[in-house]
């Protein structure tokens, strides 16, 4: 089975040829810019077509979400005119496309994890465009599967985990927001996910769930919580370690508004695939070792 990803070395594009190469029955090519460019849809088309694949992984993103408030032409452009056309070029393909979204496509009242069949309500441009790009994917191809997922790191690239890693060797306290509630995901699981729903795929000529589903890690904490155990897990592994003071996110003003509640329900996805990521500190412990591992290297 041939999979394309869009983009070169993004988290989920990273980890997901990490998995792939344990996966002797699938072939995995990465499309990311010059040849393949979201903002350049003819590149895309002719990318993917190309490359014929049997699924088409939509993983680039402008995914830099106070920046987008200044740009949101151009992360517009990225995340929903590009993201049509990655749908559309693997429709032409006859192509199935797995399309990676965003917990930001809500607005994050209440406490309750979100549905599929919430209502959407994004605060910030990132998420509006997010949140157009999975409208635009819907009408693009009838055979989508739009994976929402949030708060996601890995050994790869920029994320959470490494900026307070890489702060607490340098700081003894860190002020880190405890009124955000969400789920960590490691995009490693994302990886894992995405490489089941293909053998699925593989095996199962008459599946059609299409349709979203959300996709994060089990179980939900909030930044500072997050902060506190990638202390303790770097703690073990003799890394750096700094105590977290709660604040709130009126202390911490960034330019985008982020939902307070974005815990995502994963009900859907495990009624369908029968798959759930592990709980997220499972899944953390062996990110931070090796994060601390790559940084002893230099
Ligand atoms: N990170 C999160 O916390 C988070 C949370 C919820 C949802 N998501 C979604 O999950 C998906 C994957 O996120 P991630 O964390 O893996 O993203 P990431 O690490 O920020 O990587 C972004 C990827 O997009 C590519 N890209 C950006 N502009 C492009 C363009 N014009 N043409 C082609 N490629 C372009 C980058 O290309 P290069 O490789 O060339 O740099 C990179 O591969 C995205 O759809 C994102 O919206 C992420």
Same mark, same amino acid.
């Given at each position: 089975?041939? /999979? #394309?990803?869009?983009?070169?070395?993004?988290?989920? &594009?990273?980890?997901?040829?990490?998995? =792939?190469? $344990?996966?002797? @029955? *699938?072939?995995?090519?990465?499309?990311?810019?010059?040849?393949?460019?979201?903002?350049?849809?003819?590149?895309?088309?002719?990318?993917?077509?190309?490359?014929?694949?049997? /699924? #088409?992984?939509?993983?680039?993103?402008?995914?830099? &979400?106070?920046?987008?408030?200044?740009? =949101?032409? $151009?992360?517009? @452009? *990225?995340?929903?005119?590009?993201?049509?056309?990655?749908?559309?070029?693997?429709?032409?393909?006859?192509?199935?496309?797995?399309?990676?979204?965003?917990?930001?496509?809500?607005?994050?009242?209440?406490?309750?994890?979100?549905?599929?069949?919430?209502?959407?309500?994004?605060?910030?441009?990132?998420?509006?465009?997010?949140?157009?790009?999975?409208?635009?994917?819907?009408?693009?191809?009838?055979?989508?599967?739009?994976?929402?997922?949030?708060?996601?790191?890995?050994?790869?690239?920029?994320?959470?985990?490494?900026?307070?890693?890489?702060?607490?060797?340098?700081?003894?306290?860190?002020?880190?927001?405890?009124?955000?509630?969400?789920?960590?995901?490691?995009?490693?699981?994302?990886?894992?996910?995405?490489?089941?729903?293909?053998?699925?795929?593989?095996?199962?000529?008459?599946?059609?769930?299409?349709?979203?589903?959300?996709?994060?890690?089990?179980?939900?904490?909030?930044?500072?919580?997050?902060?506190?155990?990638?202390?303790?897990?770097?703690?073990?592994?003799?890394?750096?370690?700094?105590?977290?003071?709660?604040?709130?996110?009126?202390?911490?003003?960034?330019?985008?508004?982020?939902?307070?509640?974005?815990?995502?329900?994963?009900?859907?996805?495990?009624?369908?695939?029968?798959?759930?990521?592990?709980?997220?500190?499972?899944?953390?412990?062996?990110?931070?070792?090796?994060?601390?591992?790559?940084?002893?290297?230099?």
């Amino acid at each position: 089975m041939k /999979l #394309v990803v869009t983009g070169n070395e993004g988290q989920v &594009v990273l980890s997901l040829m990490e998995r =792939a190469a $344990l996966h002797p @029955s *699938i072939e995995l090519v990465a499309l990311g810019r010059p040849q393949l460019n979201l903002v350049q849809p003819e590149t895309v088309f002719a990318a993917i077509t190309d490359a014929k694949p049997d /699924l #088409v992984i939509s993983a680039a993103a402008y995914t830099a &979400v106070d920046q987008a408030e200044d740009e =949101a032409e $151009l992360a517009s @452009s *990225i995340n929903a005119a590009g993201a049509a056309a990655v749908a559309e070029a693997a429709a032409s393909v006859n192509a199935p496309i797995i399309h990676l979204s965003t917990d930001y496509v809500f607005s994050g009242e209440g406490t309750k994890p979100y549905t599929e069949e919430d209502v959407t309500g994004p605060k910030s441009v990132y998420g509006q465009t997010k949140r157009d790009g999975e409208l635009a994917v819907i009408q693009a191809n009838q055979r989508h599967l739009i994976l929402r997922t949030a708060w996601v790191y890995s050994p790869f690239g920029k994320n959470f985990v490494k900026t307070m890693l890489r702060l607490a060797e340098t700081r003894d306290q860190l002020s880190v927001v405890a009124d955000q509630w969400g789920n960590p995901t490691s995009a490693l699981d994302i990886a894992d996910a995405i490489l089941h729903i293909a053998g699925r795929l593989q095996t199962d000529s008459s599946f059609d769930d299409f349709g979203i589903y959300h996709l994060v890690g089990t179980g939900s904490t909030n930044w500072s919580g997050f902060a506190e155990q990638i202390f303790r897990d770097s703690q073990a592994h003799n890394g750096p370690f700094a105590d977290v003071k709660p604040i709130l996110t009126a202390d911490y003003p960034t330019k985008a508004k982020r939902p307070l509640n974005s815990r995502l329900s994963t009900d859907r996805f495990f009624d369908t695939f029968g798959w759930r990521a592990p709980e997220w500190q499972k899944s953390l412990e062996p990110v931070v070792n090796r994060i601390l591992a790559d940084n002893s290297r230099g």
